[in-house]
């Protein structure tokens, strides 16, 4: 399994990025996928997750009303639309598969991409 996240970059406060996570070597539409991220000497956090049909989403409270999470199971790709970035949105942004289940955290998470660096700048 492979879930290759991409789309980070340096961007100013305010900004918008869009990512996005293309995974193989898994039956896509089956599972449930999430954005978490992880600040220097911080912890792994969620961020935003998305059901297997796409039909229900969830947002950590820092970001709801800012990003949004959608997916196109045709094309196996999970994207995460940031707005209104802020330089506290800074972090490593990874991907994450998780088959059933309804919660949302990483030690649960079954797959995991290897990140991309978001940087928002003040």
């Known amino acids: 399994v492979q879930l290759q996240a991409s789309g980070g970059g340096l961007v100013q406060t305010g900004g918008s990025l869009r990512l996005s996570c293309v995974a193989s070597?898994?039956?896509?539409?089956?599972?449930?996928m999430g954005w978490f991220r992880q600040a220097p000497e911080k912890e792994r956090e969620f961020v935003a997750g998305v059901s297997w049909s796409g039909g229900t989403t969830s947002y950590a409270d820092s970001v709801k009303g800012r990003f949004t999470i959608s997916r196109d199971n045709a094309k196996n790709t999970v994207y995460l639309q940031m707005n209104s970035l802020e330089p506290e949105d800074t972090a490593v942004y990874y991907c994450a598969a998780v088959w059933g289940g309804n919660m949302w955290s990483p030690g649960g998470m079954n797959y995991w991409g290897k990140g991309t660096l978001v940087t928002v700048s003040s």
């Open positions: 070597g898994l039956t896509f539409g089956s599972y449930r």
